[in-house]
Every structure is written in C-alpha cells, then in structure tokens.
T-cell receptor, first 115, second 112 residues
Framework: KAGVTQTPRYLIKTRGQQVTLSCSPISGHRSVSWYQQTPGQGLQFLFEYFSETQRNKGNFPGRFSGRQFSNSRSEMNVSTLELGDSALYLC??????????????FGPGTRLTVL | QKEVEQNSGPLSVPEGAIASLNCTYSDRGSQSFFWYRQYSGKSPELIMS??SNGDKEDGRFTAQLNKASQYVSLLIRDSQPSDSATYLCAVNKAGNNRKLIWGLGTSLAVNP
C-alpha cells in the first residue's frame, strides 16, 4: 500500500511569511505526528493528531499550528517565519496514537529554507 | 539526564564485522522501543520494534531489550557499507502524555 506522502518537498520562504505543509498518512492510519529536524537537535516533536483532535503537543511557540481532517490528512502551519525555522519537517503516520506498541512510519519530509 | 541517550559516534566498523549500537532511557514505565535508520538527507526508516525483554532478530539485525537496566541495543551482523547511516532510538513515554521520545542518534560508518 502507498506510504506517507508530504507536499511540497522543498520550500523557500522569506522571514515573516507563513507556510502550510501537508501530509497524507498511510491508508487506514488515523494518527499523524509532526517533527522538526535540524542538525544537532535531532527530532523535535511538534504535535500529534488522532481523529481530528490534537492529542499531544511539543514545546514550540504558538506560531506552529496544525490540524487534521476527517480523511486523516493533516496540515501544519508556521506563521511569521524566522530564520531558525529552516529545517526538515517530517510527518509520521501510525495506526494509533501515543507510541505504545505502535510503529510510526515517516514521509519523505519537507525541506523548508527561510531566507 | 536526557530521557533517551545514545552515543553520537561516529562508530566505525570494518565491512563484515558486528556493529553494536546502544541506547539508554530514563522512564521505567516505557513499554515500546524502536530503532530507525536515517540516511543523510532522507527520512527515518523503521528497522525494528521490540516490546519484551530479550532478543528479537530480523535478518542481520538483532534488537536486545533489558528493562531492568533500562537499555536497548541494536546489533548489525555482517555489516555492509550500505549500513552506513545514523541510527535513531525511540522510546515511548509512559503515562497519560504518551509520545515517542527520540535519541539524537548514533552515526555508523562501515568501511570497505
């Protein structure tokens, strides 16, 4: 079956702009988690959605937001972009939330560059 | 103390050798443990999941879990240059706020 898809794959924005990233999970998976990955910082958890509800949230400012639709597709939005937001944004799909006995599968990521 | 710790490496092994990657975690209530491989510029790929104490084998990979000592390891037998990557350990956080906690990864280089 098809894997996790993310669009767009690459983005270049300037400071102050906003951006929306999209993620379509594996068919049948209802949980979507978002991560930010930068060199030296590893995978930083942004938030997790399950059945259109945010189940968990990481320690990111309110400029980072997300949502999930009834078909389990998810979007994340970053407003008022800063240079430090340049990163690889990864979406992970799983059948259930929370990580217990529950494998996450990653999409290819969106590489965001903020100039 | 970090919640999930891994040696950053690089760990360098010759082709054909056994590579041993270790991960320690702080939450005693953790129940699920995962190893991911990430090639440079790519997204993480799940290699192994383990939930019970002991060993779990899948091809050239063996995951070992010791909950009493709070560590999980990954052994790669007959290492190949194509195994050169960063290996990420992930552990689920117990309790109501369950989520995966990630180590920073160990860089592995397999030399021909």
């Amino acid at each position: 079956k098809a894997g996790v898809t993310q669009t767009p794959r690459y983005l270049i924005k300037t400071r102050g702009q906003q951006v929306t990233l999209s993620c379509s999970p594996i068919s049948g998976h209802r949980s979507v988690s978002w991560y930010q990955q930068t060199p030296g910082q590893g995978l930083q958890f942004l938030f997790e959605y399950f059945s259109e509800t945010q189940r968990n949230k990481g320690n990111f400012p309110g400029r980072f937001s997300g949502r999930q639709f009834s078909n389990s597709r998810s979007e994340m939005n970053v407003s008022t972009l800063e240079l430090g937001d340049s990163a690889l944004y990864l979406c992970a799909s799983s059948f259930r939330p929370g990580g217990t006995y529950n494998e996450q599968f990653f999409g290819p990521g969106t590489r965001l560059t903020v100039l | 103390q970090k919640e999930v710790e891994q040696n950053s490496g690089p760990l360098s092994v010759p082709e054909g050798a056994i590579a041993s990657l270790n991960c320690t975690y702080s939450d005693r209530g953790s129940q699920s443990f995962f190893w991911y491989r990430q090639y440079s510029g790519k997204s993480p790929e799940l290699i192994m999941s383990i939930y019970s104490n002991g060993d779990k084998e899948d091809g050239r990979f063996t995951a070992q879990l010791n909950k009493a000592s709070q560590y999980v390891s990954l052994l790669i037998r007959d290492s190949q240059p194509s195994d050169s990557a960063t290996y990420l350990c992930a552990v689920n956080k117990a309790g109501n706020n369950r989520k995966l906690i990630w180590g920073l990864g160990t860089s592995l280089a397999v030399n021909p």
